[in-house]
């Protein structure tokens, strides 16, 4: 029987497509063998390999100057990518907003200058910086942005107006809101969040910045070599770019990303209104624009209650709503895949949590 997962990652999947690869697993279309033994260079994996490209741009509305890159190493390995290909002695602006925002900046750091343009290390409730806050720095090459940041439960609403093109980790909402192309020069997110099974991230960079990426780098840190190669220069991680490839064709289905931003929105607004009407059993540590639409995050009185509300969720099927290590609560996550009985059953059993302890 499967559960109610919250987790942050990696995301729950349709059950509809752990199904379908279940049963092509060990013998992939008449092949004789398993994906996982096949050739990397054979057609079979070829077709794959190209339907997932294709989808990754189209699903997500991805304009046709932007190049789609498949990079072993998650969303993390970016956080040193993006500055070993761009910098190249100019700086780099990061919005510091949570968690992961933080360590692309400790990460860049390693390889130039970077600097904080907005560090929110110190707001309560915690919060994205409205517009105007953001303060670039002559010879800045980009300002890097996290759109969700999954810890804290903050959500970047309005893109920063600034001068320098942006650099976006969308990792936790990833393909599940529209994305304004003309203002970024790369955008990425590790798939396992809001996508598909951890082993890579989704990259999309605009072609033209690819002449002028590094070519002082070990050859798999080269942006330009995995463009030239169409994410094929070495071997590729299989398993997960054909269940990316599953999870972009299921989302195609289910009506694109239209319906995904709907279905986040509503995910998120039946778990906050529950939180906003249990008058104060249930805190956002959120400013109310700033709230994720994927990973909500909310607190109790005190720890101890937390700890309970966790427990108990766990013996009704809903796990993985413990906050992160780092700052506790409670923390429900609502990716691409959730169902809405997923929501309802978590607000069902928040009602009946506060009716017994409230
Ligand atoms: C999880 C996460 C990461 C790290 O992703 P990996 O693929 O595990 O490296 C980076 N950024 C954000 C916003 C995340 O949620």
Redesign the pocket.
Known sequence: MRVHNFCA?PCVLPEAILLEAQSEFVELNGSGMSLLEMSHRSPLYEEIHEAARARSKSVFGVPDDFEVLFIQ?????QFSMVPMNFLQGEAGAYVDAGS?GSKALADARMYGEAYAAWNGDQESPSRMPNQGEVEIRPGTRYLHV?S???IGGVRMVEWPEVEVPMIG?M??DYMSRPIPWDRFDLVYG?V??NLGP?GM?VVFIRTSTLENTSRNLGTYLRYDIHADNRSLFNTPPVFTIWMTGKMLKWIEDEGGLPEMEMRTKQRAARIYDTIEASGGFYTSPVARRDRSLTNVVFNLSNAEMETRFVAQAEKNDLVNLKGHRSVGGVRASLYNAMPMEGVEALVAFMHEFQRENG
């Open positions: 990652g190493g998650g969303a993390m390995l992961w996290t969700n940041e999954t980790d990792s936790s590790g396992q969040k951890a991230a």
